[in-house]
Antibody
Framework: QVTLKESGPGILQPSQTLSLTCTFS??????????VGWIRQPSGKGLEWLANIWWDDDKYYNPSLKNRLTISKDTSNNQAFLKITNVDTADTATYYC??????????WGQGVMVTVSS | DIQMTQSPPSLSASLGETISIECLASEGIYSNLAWYQQKPGKSPQLLIY???SLQDGVPSRFSGSGSGTQFSLKISSMQPEDEADYFC?????????FGSGTKLEIK
């Protein structure tokens, strides 16, 4: 059974760095073809893909966030991480980690709400 | 980036009615399209992948069709539990992009 769960700070101030952790089970990032991705959703709005990391440490980022994103993994502990630097109010959203396949995202975490406010 | 234009933004349907939601890609994506259902306060759930393949456990009243740039999601015989938001997503090219969503309500 595949599960993913996000954790994060809840609230942070503008210009700080957002650090998110995804703890998953039911698959391994040491297995060929496996990956973890991050997607966010502002309240009442649509979905925005942020980044993916794959079993071979290949990484893909959404260029709309320029160089603010860093995705990484800890294969031994079944975790993936996302950092977003220099946050502002536009980064307020629910952040999901998920398992991407080649044609879809088949499992999603429950999401973690992040609020950026001074 | 590939733009995904989803329509209609909202839809009201009667129980038992058949409905369709459309998704138009700004360039050809072959069959690299997925559909998701999202209920209030919940994470999205995969319904359809590869444009027309039904995810395990999804009721057969859901179906997907299309290829290239035009895609559709059909719900045959609307049920109360189908009231939700629906999103399409292309996985042909990075950055992965989603449609803006369709809110489906019961009339």
């Amino acid at each position: 059974q595949v599960t993913l769960k996000e954790s994060g700070p809840g609230i942070l101030q503008p210009s700080q760095t957002l650090s998110l952790t995804c703890t998953f089970s039911g698959f391994s990032l040491s297995t060929y073809g496996m990956g973890v991705g991050w997607i966010r959703q502002p309240s009442g709005k649509g979905l925005e893909w942020l980044a993916n990391i794959w079993w071979d440490d290949d990484k893909y980022y959404n260029p709309s966030l320029k160089n603010r994103l860093t995705i990484s993994k800890d294969t031994s502990n079944n975790q993936a991480f996302l950092k977003i630097t220099n946050v502002d109010t536009a980064d307020t959203a629910t952040y999901y980690c998920a398992r991407p396949l080649t044609t879809a995202v088949d499992y999603w975490g429950q999401g973690v709400m992040v609020t950026v406010s001074s | 980036d590939i733009q995904m234009t989803q329509s209609p933004p909202s839809l009201s349907a009667s129980l038992g009615e058949t409905i369709s939601i459309e998704c138009l890609a700004s360039e050809g994506i072959y069959s690299n399209l997925a559909w998701y259902q999202q209920k209030p306060g919940k994470s999205p759930q995969l319904l359809i992948y590869g444009a027309s393949s039904l995810q395990d456990g999804v009721p057969s009243r859901f179906s997907g069709s299309g290829s290239g740039t035009q895609f559709s999601l059909k719900i045959s015989s609307m049920q109360p539990e189908d009231e939700a938001d629906y999103f399409c997503q292309q996985s042909y090219k990075f950055p992965l992009t989603f449609g803006s969503g369709t809110k489906l309500e019961i009339k």
